[in-house]
């Protein structure tokens, strides 16, 4: 990669970052999905990142959490924090989870 470019990538990086921290000005916690469907089967692979790159790219934190089940395997949601605020995030994180488990009950 050509030094130009990978600045360039770091600046794109940083304009993404500054839009994020405003969208969590007015949004807690972004909820989205954490994988393209349930759980694989086994220990082989943890499933596909594709929707976990973009957090960790921009260095938020994320965590995901199993919403239901589809065929005994879990279907998990991610909730993504804003820069710093893990704290908050994993409240909400066990608020949802706490939700989730009445609702079942």
Request: hydrophobic fraction near 45%.
């Amino acid at each position: 990669m050509r030094g130009v470019d990978y600045v360039a990538a770091l600046e794109a990086r940083k304009a993404c970052r500054d839009t994020l921290e405003e969208v969590f000005l007015d949004y807690g916690t972004i909820l989205t999905p954490a994988a393209r469907g349930v759980a694989p089967k086994g220990l082989e692979t943890t499933g596909d990142p594709v929707f976990c790159g973009l957090w960790t790219c921009l260095g938020v934190p994320a965590v995901t959490i199993p919403l239901l089940e589809v065929d005994g395997l879990p279907l998990g949601v991610q909730l993504v924090g804003a820069p710093r605020d893990d704290a908050r995030l994993l409240r909400t994180a066990r608020g949802l989870l706490r939700h989730l488990e009445a609702g079942s009950a």
